[in-house]
């Protein structure tokens, strides 16, 4: 080996050189970059991946048994599990309703935020502060907002006349509730949307206000199409980790129950019960690799649908 | 090409790293290994007592233990209740578990299903006497296949508490609590004052302190499940019943008066009973402690759980705790060891008198009694008393979580939106369905 080493050096450095064009160059260094996140994938994630895959074949309970039992876990989960479609019913109520409204409400925001008026920087500080507070804290807090008769939010619509829900107390009010507390950290998305309006040309506005366009024409055609691809990036993201919702559940309703009359169960929910309460990890297993499937098939339904309205400056990204 | 190199190099520093990161996070578990230490056997105690009053007690009964003799020596290790079984479950997958650690009751079957927690009825058999230690419901919940799995530890009771100074305001006898359904209802009606149209006192809440559950437990006397038959009983005719005296108890005052009501409910100083908003609570024994600290002085009685009917039975329903060996703890029998002194009547009195909490074990139960004095030991007393009718509910191996098919169902009917039949009828089918595809 040894005498080798320096050899190989010599005769391989020429050759690297000739034969790696600069695409190629570019290829592997692109490699290079993202090669902590392959690493750690292939060293942490993929192990456990593929085991809970095998494990979803499985009657998996941890401790004492792991027998193949082909399809009976995802059979039981579409014929007889009803808790199972009542999650899925109630995540997919949140992800619809949630992640549009949150979307929108951000755009709103950083165009608003992006007047030139004095105090901007204060104003856009202030609805960016609920983003860095963090989970059980904001969740707690919310408990009391959401308070039917002492609470804030009840409290404030009471003064305009309005007599405010029962909130986490009452079934159809518990998700409304909850993407209500959501929309109020919409921050991070806005802070996004702000960035890459900064980046909008003003030459863009410019040519348009000469054309005779009128704001909401610059709006619709300038502005939106120019933060399509943040706008398409949140939708994405939002998505998949809106069907991922579980903490909110798990920390607003009594022990983790899921809320009055089943209304707060998310699939998470029930999979962590299933998985931690009862044990059936194989289950469990099973639940997560449908809605990894699910949130694929969107994702992928998502890709595809984009190049019809997300807008890539330079144009020949696809 | 100097780029590429340099990458290389960081990719080369960086896969050290990681390398480095593994192999740190695999020599962690050989340092923690329980082994001997001058010739004593290690072993490893986890609990989730970890606050001011629990801890140092604790922490004295194993420091006891450690004194008692000289072969085994006992760490204590606190985690949050939080996470401490999720992690017992890693480690005893991961094949390095602790040594004993205090689980909870209702699941202490499945648990030996599961081959978590070690049997041990061959060291039981060694103590032919120990069984008889402790409460027969208690001891019935740690048995598998009628081999024992661990050892319980605590428990606790629900109980009526009532303000003799407002019973007097209100023209009732303070030394006679009401002891059925009717009475209840009859007495809290005497106890509520308004002023105005606002309620400012409200004579009792079936659901607060205690949920529908507890009453169905207290009106079947057998709760939702039948352990011995193996199927559940949850639209029994008096269950419903039971849900129908809840409902029509509300319906008098109304969702919006008992909600608005409710809402300035907190503990402590702001616990409605305390602070002479509710004049009777159905609370754990343990809430004395939250009087006694402060209540300034009131003047209160305990008695047991009014029964649905004269007759029907007191009914009450409690929880607990059990101390176990999981699965894979290497030194079984120094575990076994500590788990009897933990048991003993010995510590499970100091345990008792210094938590105020119900223990296991029947002779530790009754010193404790004898330690208190005044309020605190009548209270002690009757929640002792209080056991031989309290139902504990562990989880059927058939349908562990069949409470999450039921609970739903309760709610629509306090929601108005179920009659108790219909919803006592669908849980059950339901219920049914869960056991039926778990077989």
Redesign the interface.
């Given at each position: 080996m040894h005498t080798e080493v320096p050899k190989n050096t010599k005769t391989k450095r020429p050759r690297t050189?000739k034969t790696l064009s600069l695409k190629q160059?570019e290829g592997?260094?692109g490699y290079?970059?993202i090669?902590?996140w392959i690493?750690g994938f292939l060293?942490i994630t993929a192990g456990p991946l593929l085991f809970s895959l095998y494990g979803s074949f499985t009657n998996y309970?941890?401790?004492?048994r792991m027998d193949f039992i082909g399809l009976s876990n995802y059979i039981?989960m579409v014929t007889?599990?009803?808790?199972f479609w009542i999650s899925l019913g109630n995540t997919i109520y949140y992800v619809v309703i949630s992640v549009p409204l949150t979307v929108f409400g951000a755009v709103l925001l950083a165009v608003l935020l992006n007047q030139g008026i004095p105090g901007l920087r204060i104003f856009r500080t202030i609805y960016y502060l609920p983003t860095v507070l963090s989970g059980v804290g904001v969740y707690l807090l919310w408990m009391q907002l959401l308070?039917?008769?002492?609470g804030l939010v009840n409290t404030m619509l009471s003064w305009i006349g309005i007599q405010g829900p029962?909130w986490l107390?009452?079934?159809n009010w518990t998700k409304p509730a909850l993407i209500f507390m959501k929309f109020w950290s919409l921050g991070g998305g806005m802070l996004l949307y702000l960035a890459s309006l900064q980046g909008v040309p003003k030459s863009l506005y410019e040519a348009a206000e000469i054309d005779g366009a009128n704001a909401f024409k610059r709006f619709i055609h300038i502005t939106l199409p120019m933060i399509s691809p943040v706008i398409f990036f949140e939708f994405v993201t939002g998505i998949i980790g809106g069907f991922q919702v579980f903490q909110e559940a798990y920390v607003m309703t009594d022990n983790g129950?899921?809320g009055?009359?089943?209304s707060l169960?998310f699939f998470n929910l029930h999979m962590w019960?299933?998985a931690?309460?009862?044990?059936d990890m194989g289950y469990a297993m099973a639940m997560s690799w449908v809605l990894f499937i699910i949130i694929l098939i969107l994702t992928l339904i998502n890709l595809k649908l984009a190049p019809r309205w997300v807008h890539y400056q330079g144009g020949d990204q696809k | 090409m100097r780029f590429f190199k340099k990458s290389t190099v960081m990719l080369v520093v960086f896969l050290l790293a990681m390398g480095t990161l593994l192999a740190a996070c695999g020599d962690s578990k050989d340092e923690a290994s329980s082994g001997s230490k001058k010739g004593k056997t290690e072993i490893e105690f986890w609990s989730f007592w970890g606050s001011g009053t629990r801890k140092p007690v604790i922490e004295k009964i194993v420091d006891d233990f450690n004194k008692s003799q000289d072969k085994i020596h006992v760490t204590y290790k606190y985690l949050p209740f939080g996470d401490i079984w999720t992690k017992e479950l890693a480690s005893v997958a991961a094949g390095n578990p602790p040594d004993v650690i205090i689980n909870d009751i209702n699941s202490v079957q499945q648990r030996a299903q599961k081959n978590q927690s070690v049997n041990l009825a061959k060291y039981v058999k060694n103590d032919p006497d120990l069984k008889d230690q402790f409460y027969p419901q208690l001891w019935n919940t740690v048995l598998y296949k009628n081999d024992p799995y661990a050892i319980p530890f605590n428990t606790d009771t629900r109980v009526l508490f009532y303000n003799k100074d407002l019973f007097k305001e209100a023209g009732l006898d303070p030394n006679k609590p009401p002891t059925t359904w009717d009475e209840l209802a009859a007495d809290a009606k005497k106890l509520d004052k308004k002023s105005g149209s606002q309620y400012t006192r409200l004579g009792f809440l079936p659901r607060y302190g205690i949920g529908p559950d507890v009453w169905i437990d207290n009106a079947t006397g057998v709760g939702e499940w039948d352990y011995k038959n193996g199927k559940p009983v949850i639209n029994d005719p008096k269950a419903v019943q039971a849900l129908q005296w809840i409902k029509d108890y509300e319906a008098n005052y109304g969702s919006k008066v008992i909600n608005t009501f409710q809402s300035q409910f907190g503990s402590e100083q702001a616990d409605p009973f305390i602070s002479g908003k509710l004049g009777m609570e159905m609370n754990a024994a343990t809430f004395y402690t939250q009087i006694r600290d402060f209540g300034k002085n009131m003047d209160f009685g305990v008695a047991p759980m009014p029964e649905m009917t004269s007759g029907n039975g007191h009914t009450s329903w409690g929880g607990g705790f059990v101390a176990e060996i999981p699965k894979g703890a290497k030194h079984p029998d120094a575990s076994y060891e500590f788990i009897k002194f933990l048991t003993s009547a010995k510590e499970q009195a100091y345990w008792a008198s210094k938590n105020f909490d119900n223990v296991a074990n029947i002779q530790g139960s009754k010193d404790a009694a004898k330690d208190l004095s005044g309020k605190a030991k009548e209270v002690y007393q009757l929640a002792v008393e209080n056991l031989d009718q309290t139902l504990i509910t562990p989880q059927p191996i058939e349908a562990p979580d069949y409470t999450s098919l039921v609970n739903p169902e309760i709610d629509k009917v306090m929601l108005g939106k179920k009659s108790p039949q219909a919803a006592l009828d669908d849980a059950q089918k339901a219920v049914e369905k869960l056991a039926k595809s778990n077989k």
């Amino acid at each position: 080996m040894h005498t080798e080493v320096p050899k190989n050096t010599k005769t391989k450095r020429p050759r690297t050189k000739k034969t790696l064009s600069l695409k190629q160059k570019e290829g592997l260094q692109g490699y290079i970059f993202i090669s902590p996140w392959i690493i750690g994938f292939l060293c942490i994630t993929a192990g456990p991946l593929l085991f809970s895959l095998y494990g979803s074949f499985t009657n998996y309970d941890v401790t004492s048994r792991m027998d193949f039992i082909g399809l009976s876990n995802y059979i039981k989960m579409v014929t007889n599990d009803d808790l199972f479609w009542i999650s899925l019913g109630n995540t997919i109520y949140y992800v619809v309703i949630s992640v549009p409204l949150t979307v929108f409400g951000a755009v709103l925001l950083a165009v608003l935020l992006n007047q030139g008026i004095p105090g901007l920087r204060i104003f856009r500080t202030i609805y960016y502060l609920p983003t860095v507070l963090s989970g059980v804290g904001v969740y707690l807090l919310w408990m009391q907002l959401l308070n039917p008769t002492t609470g804030l939010v009840n409290t404030m619509l009471s003064w305009i006349g309005i007599q405010g829900p029962a909130w986490l107390l009452d079934p159809n009010w518990t998700k409304p509730a909850l993407i209500f507390m959501k929309f109020w950290s919409l921050g991070g998305g806005m802070l996004l949307y702000l960035a890459s309006l900064q980046g909008v040309p003003k030459s863009l506005y410019e040519a348009a206000e000469i054309d005779g366009a009128n704001a909401f024409k610059r709006f619709i055609h300038i502005t939106l199409p120019m933060i399509s691809p943040v706008i398409f990036f949140e939708f994405v993201t939002g998505i998949i980790g809106g069907f991922q919702v579980f903490q909110e559940a798990y920390v607003m309703t009594d022990n983790g129950d899921g809320g009055p009359a089943n209304s707060l169960v998310f699939f998470n929910l029930h999979m962590w019960d299933k998985a931690f309460n009862v044990f059936d990890m194989g289950y469990a297993m099973a639940m997560s690799w449908v809605l990894f499937i699910i949130i694929l098939i969107l994702t992928l339904i998502n890709l595809k649908l984009a190049p019809r309205w997300v807008h890539y400056q330079g144009g020949d990204q696809k | 090409m100097r780029f590429f190199k340099k990458s290389t190099v960081m990719l080369v520093v960086f896969l050290l790293a990681m390398g480095t990161l593994l192999a740190a996070c695999g020599d962690s578990k050989d340092e923690a290994s329980s082994g001997s230490k001058k010739g004593k056997t290690e072993i490893e105690f986890w609990s989730f007592w970890g606050s001011g009053t629990r801890k140092p007690v604790i922490e004295k009964i194993v420091d006891d233990f450690n004194k008692s003799q000289d072969k085994i020596h006992v760490t204590y290790k606190y985690l949050p209740f939080g996470d401490i079984w999720t992690k017992e479950l890693a480690s005893v997958a991961a094949g390095n578990p602790p040594d004993v650690i205090i689980n909870d009751i209702n699941s202490v079957q499945q648990r030996a299903q599961k081959n978590q927690s070690v049997n041990l009825a061959k060291y039981v058999k060694n103590d032919p006497d120990l069984k008889d230690q402790f409460y027969p419901q208690l001891w019935n919940t740690v048995l598998y296949k009628n081999d024992p799995y661990a050892i319980p530890f605590n428990t606790d009771t629900r109980v009526l508490f009532y303000n003799k100074d407002l019973f007097k305001e209100a023209g009732l006898d303070p030394n006679k609590p009401p002891t059925t359904w009717d009475e209840l209802a009859a007495d809290a009606k005497k106890l509520d004052k308004k002023s105005g149209s606002q309620y400012t006192r409200l004579g009792f809440l079936p659901r607060y302190g205690i949920g529908p559950d507890v009453w169905i437990d207290n009106a079947t006397g057998v709760g939702e499940w039948d352990y011995k038959n193996g199927k559940p009983v949850i639209n029994d005719p008096k269950a419903v019943q039971a849900l129908q005296w809840i409902k029509d108890y509300e319906a008098n005052y109304g969702s919006k008066v008992i909600n608005t009501f409710q809402s300035q409910f907190g503990s402590e100083q702001a616990d409605p009973f305390i602070s002479g908003k509710l004049g009777m609570e159905m609370n754990a024994a343990t809430f004395y402690t939250q009087i006694r600290d402060f209540g300034k002085n009131m003047d209160f009685g305990v008695a047991p759980m009014p029964e649905m009917t004269s007759g029907n039975g007191h009914t009450s329903w409690g929880g607990g705790f059990v101390a176990e060996i999981p699965k894979g703890a290497k030194h079984p029998d120094a575990s076994y060891e500590f788990i009897k002194f933990l048991t003993s009547a010995k510590e499970q009195a100091y345990w008792a008198s210094k938590n105020f909490d119900n223990v296991a074990n029947i002779q530790g139960s009754k010193d404790a009694a004898k330690d208190l004095s005044g309020k605190a030991k009548e209270v002690y007393q009757l929640a002792v008393e209080n056991l031989d009718q309290t139902l504990i509910t562990p989880q059927p191996i058939e349908a562990p979580d069949y409470t999450s098919l039921v609970n739903p169902e309760i709610d629509k009917v306090m929601l108005g939106k179920k009659s108790p039949q219909a919803a006592l009828d669908d849980a059950q089918k339901a219920v049914e369905k869960l056991a039926k595809s778990n077989k």
